[in-house]
């Protein structure tokens, strides 16, 4: 797990954090699948789209998506298929991208990163997957471990392409990625109409997954209709002016974590959140600790 996560989880529940240092979960959540899928094929040297795809599929069987759906072929094909175009989009012609170096705090506590080198190496980039893109959720990902932390930690800025992607419903994402509308006769592709209206009940709605039109067809298809704009958002951030205040609170926040001999207290608010569902939830809330016997793997 990158230190961000780490942080991250730390900010819902130490012992979630504490956990997710010792423990890897049974299962992962969808967006997590889709999150390592798409950063799988933007550093893959073949086809992004194409490994960022077949790695969505694998992980979907091992370790398997975390989810109540029953129709887990579905998820899966729409997961993959949704990694596939974005890696694909992301990347376009850039050759694969690099991770930072794994760098030392001043207290020696080390930094995983899980932010990209950007093409000259002098910045770091990110993809940021949202349901929602609005001011408050802008201003959350600026203060983010993700952004934030790591620009202190490397002294540099970050570019984020952030993708819209609406909540996941029914094992479903509805955007423009994932869904649009056929004409019945010319078979036109299309997303919204110029003047708002809905389509009529005459056009088809399609799924990406299960439609035939090639990436590059789908994409054409979206800038005619203006959704590509509404849907990617590229934002370029300095390193904050409080760099070191930062980078002194996450070597507080990693001490405490590793220093602690047993499960920090718990946050109950926090086990089914909905934007960040606790991955020992299935163990925890009755009183039990991650083990092999329940499905966690144990780190080394
Ligand atoms: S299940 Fe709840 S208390 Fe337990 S680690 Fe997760 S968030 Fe914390």
């Known amino acids: 797990m990158n230190t961000a996560k780490t942080l991250l989880s730390s900010d819902l529940c130490e012992r979630r954090a504490w956990y997710s240092l010792r ?6 959540a969808p967006k997590e699948i889709l999150y390592l899928a798409v950063e ?3 550093c893959s040297t073949g086809d992004a789209g194409e490994s960022a795809e077949s790695h969505a599929m694998d992980l979907c069987v091992d370790p398997g998506v975390d ?18 175009f974005l ?60 952004v934030a932390g790591e620009c ?30 056929r004409h019945p006769v010319a078979k036109t592709l299309r997303f919204k109409k110029r003047d708002g209206d809905d389509f009529g009940s005459t056009w088809i709605k399609v799924e990406r997954e299960h439609d035939n039109a090639s990436r590059e067809d789908w994409l054409d298809a979206m800038g005619d ?22 980078i002194a609170l996450a070597q507080s926040k990693l001490e405490r974590i590793w220093a602690a001999g047993e ?9 089914y959140d909905r934007i960040h569902p606790c991955p020992f939830r299935a163990c925890c809330p009755r009183g039990l600790e991650p083990s ?3 499905g966690f793997v144990p780190f080394p």
């Open 292 to 294: 092999s016997e329940t």
């Open 40 to 42: 799988h094929g933007l």
């Open 67 to 84: 989810t109540s759906e029953e129709d887990l072929l579905g998820l899966a094909q729409h997961i993959a298929s949704l990694a596939n």
């Open 152 to 181: 202190s930690v490397y002294g540099v800025g970050i570019d984020c392409v952030v993708v819209e992607l609406g909540s996941l419903r029914k094992g479903r994402w509805s955007n423009p990625f994932t869904r649009a509308y």
């Open 225 to 246: 209709d203006g959704v590509l704009a509404e849907s990617i958002h590229v934002l370029s951030m300095e390193a904050p002016q409080r760099g070191s205040a930062i």
């Open 87 to 146: 890696a694909w989009l992301l990347r376009g012609s850039q050759t694969p991208y690099k991770r930072p170096e794994t760098i030392s705090l001043p207290d020696g506590t080390p930094w995983t990163s899980g932010a990209f080198l950007n093409g000259s190496e002098t910045h770091l980039r990110r993809v940021v997957l949202v349901d929602r893109w609005d001011s408050w959720t802008q201003l959350a990902m600026e203060r983010s471990w993700d």
């Open 23 to 28: 423990w890897a979960a049974p299962f992962l």
């Open 263 to 271: 499960p920090p207290e718990e946050n109950l608010s926090m086990c």
